[in-house]
């Protein structure tokens, strides 16, 4: 069995709790209701990932004079990282798979294991696909059609970035996981806090506050990876 309280699928009273409440709700009779209690704050935290997606380009709009340069560069840095998540995503959906279908067969040393194996294959796999973004990041720019003074910055922002693949991948991996075990509250108390936090870290570091300097799309990147730490 797993040390970690995480990984204690039997043992979480928090989804415990939430998938208890989900079957009372089902044997009512109510099928609406048991899908609106386990839906609502799923779409209020995909409304809140729109937002933490934006807030860079929001803030890099500001730039003045350079705010053209560095939204096209994170734009198409953006581009390059979405390869690196498509993988990651069909990771975090079949570990959601795994874990809700050992779960109902209430088989909780699988899905223990279900989770941790994900957890493990996730590290491998940000370790594997950060490589050639950090050292390879200026030839996948260019690959995706930057030009001009677009390229150093974009390549600049995808090195630095994917730094905190990792724990990125990670915390992906512990959401899909806590939504199959039927936690959908704490990914969203999660989304918040780390949609503020981009908000105010990108402000400081884009921008310069006090003792930090101006560091534009730079500071976008380091934002984004300390929120992810």
């Not at 069909?90 to 067969?105: D, P, Q, T």
């Not at 600049?156 to 039927?182: D, E, K, Q, T």
């Not at 989304?191 to 981009?198: D, F, P, Q, S």
Request: a neutral charge; glycine letters at 8%; one cysteine or more.
């Amino acid at each position: 069995m797993s040390a970690c309280p995480f990984l204690r699928m039997d043992k979480d009273t928090k989804a415990i709790r939430n998938r208890d409440k989900a079957s009372e709700i089902i044997i009512s009779g109510s099928i609406w209701k048991a899908v609106w209690y386990i839906a609502w704050p799923t779409a209020i935290n995909t409304i809140i990932q729109t937002a933490y997606m934006n807030i860079n380009p929001m803030f890099l709009g500001h730039l003045g004079k350079n705010a053209e340069v560095a939204l096209a560069a994170t734009s198409i840095g953006r581009t390059v990282l979405m390869v690196q998540f498509s993988v990651l995503f069909g990771i975090s959906v079949g570990a959601g798979a795994l874990v809700s279908r050992f779960l109902g067969a209430e088989v909780y040393d699988d899905a223990d294991e279900a989770a941790r194996q994900s957890l493990w294959l996730s590290i491998v796999v940000g370790v594997v696909t950060m490589l050639p973004l950090i050292f390879y990041a200026e030839p996948l720019v260019r690959l995706m059609g930057a030009e001009g003074s677009v390229v150093p910055t974009a390549a600049r922002y995808v090195a630095i970035i994917s730094y905190s693949s990792i724990p990125a991948f990670l915390s992906m991996i512990i959401v899909s996981v806590l939504r199959s075990a039927g936690d959908v509250i704490r990914p969203l108390y999660a989304g918040i806090i780390t949609t503020g936090l981009v908000a105010i870290l990108d402000y400081i570091f884009i921008f310069g506050v006090g003792p930090i300097p101006r560091m534009e799309v730079v500071g976008s990147a380091v934002a984004t990876n300390v929120a992810r730490f």
